[in-house]
């Protein structure tokens, strides 16, 4: 069975971009995209030419890292970690500063590290990410 078969969601892969021809998008990481290149604009656009217009999203950890997202041709940010996890033992926790953060994307913006279906966030936070599930 193939995850088609069963889900009919918008499924997006996390850095494999050979696999993005089974889905409809891709989410890339900092380290990982300055592997097509160090300058993001650059990087960004050799990975466009592989995805074309499917849905291309970059992790986020700060302002900094979201006003270069800014200047990006992306269609969301994912921007964490909200809370601590046991996946992400390096990642800085943000909490209500990265709320605040947020704030200065023009991009949709999806939380992500340690959220819970219980958590309530107002815009800009457009989207919950939740283990490897996305809630709106």
Known sequence: ????????????????????????????????IRAYS???ADAVK????????????????NKKEILEANTLNLDYIGLGAYRATNTKSEANVGGKVLIEAAKHSKHPVGIIGGV??????????????IGSGLYL
Do not use: C, W
């Not at 050799?46 to 950890?61: A, E, F, P, Y």
């Open 1 to 32: 069975m193939s995850i088609r078969e069963a889900y009919d969601g918008t499924l997006i892969v996390n850095d494999s971009i050979e696999l993005i021809e089974y889905a409809d998008g891709l989410h890339i990481g900092q380290d990982d």
């Open 46 to 61: 050799l990975i466009r030419r592989i995805v074309g217009n499917k849905i291309l999203g970059l992790s986020t950890h």
């Open 38 to 40: 160090d300058d993001l």
């Open 116 to 129: 819970t279906l219980e958590d309530e966030f107002e815009e800009p936070i457009r989207y919950k990410v």
